[in-house]
T-cell receptor, first 112, second 111 residues
Framework: NAGVTQTPKFQVLKTGQSMTLQCAQDMNHNYMYWYRQDPGMGLKLIYY???????DKGEVPNGYNVSRSTTEDFPLRLELAAPSQTSVYFC???????????FGPGTRLLVL | GENVEQHPSTLSVQEGDSAVIKCTYSDSASNYFPWYKQELGKGPQLIID?????GEKKDQRIAVTLNKTAKHFSLHITETQPEDSAVYFCAATPKDYKLSFGAGTTVTVRA
């Protein structure tokens, strides 16, 4: 099993550009999550999904959108990138809500 | 929502000594408390977790304690080794399954 995979590993955007961060898992987990990690701030939940077709906001959803059309994939969309979205983004999945979350390797995003 | 505070933010210990990291949470409905280790350039990885119906859990050199009344939980690492150097995060989840993370503790084990 590859576990949780994320692409790209690193991306540079200009303010106002859009992009999609990809996340996929091959563990047949129902729950998937997107976090952002800023230096010294821990991880903040952006969006999460409890199954295909179901998504909900986390703590910091503004400026982001998600979709969950399949169990395996959970892409994160930035429509109008802003410098404040410069961060490291982690995708995670888990079998259930209070079960171990398995994290991907992260995507480092720089918005100029 | 849940608010998790973690202390200390940095911890330097001599190899072979013990390391203790403490966390407090605000939501008395929280019932799941995992600890994650993050090595440089990688995603966090679960090292141990505890549920609200248990007061203590141990796995080799790692132990976690939970005090529900005081709403705090702690990670204990004994006989520290250089490979224990990393950033450690505590987290808590109330019934809505949204994990709230502490700000992290950077642990450095000196040889």
């Amino acid at each position: 099993n590859a576990g949780v995979t994320q692409t790209p590993k690193f991306q540079v955007l200009k303010t106002g550009q859009s992009m999609t961060l990809q996340c996929a898992q091959d563990m047949n987990h129902n729950y998937m999550y997107w976090y952002r990690q800023d230096p010294g701030m821990g991880l903040k939940l952006i969006y999460y999904s409890v199954g295909a077709g179901i998504t909900d906001k986390g703590e910091v959803p503004n400026g982001y959108n998600v979709s969950r059309s399949t169990t395996e994939d959970f892409p994160l969309r930035l429509e109008l990138a802003a410098p404040s979205q410069t961060s490291v983004y982690f995708c995670a999945s888990s079998p259930g809500g209070t079960e171990t979350q398995y994290f991907g390797p992260g995507t480092r995003l720089l918005v100029l | 929502g849940e608010n998790v505070e973690q202390h200390p933010s940095t911890l330097s210990v001599q190899e072979g000594d013990s390391a203790v990291i403490k966390c407090t949470y605000s939501d008395s409905a929280s019932n799941y408390f995992p600890w994650y280790k993050q090595e440089l350039g990688k995603g966090p990885q679960l090292i141990i977790d505890i549920r609200s119906n248990v007061g203590e859990k141990k796995d080799q050199r790692i132990a976690v304690t939970l005090n529900k009344t005081a709403k705090h939980f702690s990670l204990h690492i004994t006989e520290t080794q250089p490979e224990d150097s990393a950033v450690y995060f505590c987290a808590a989840t109330p019934k809505d399954y949204k994990l709230s993370f502490g700000a992290g503790t950077t642990v450095t084990v000196r040889a």
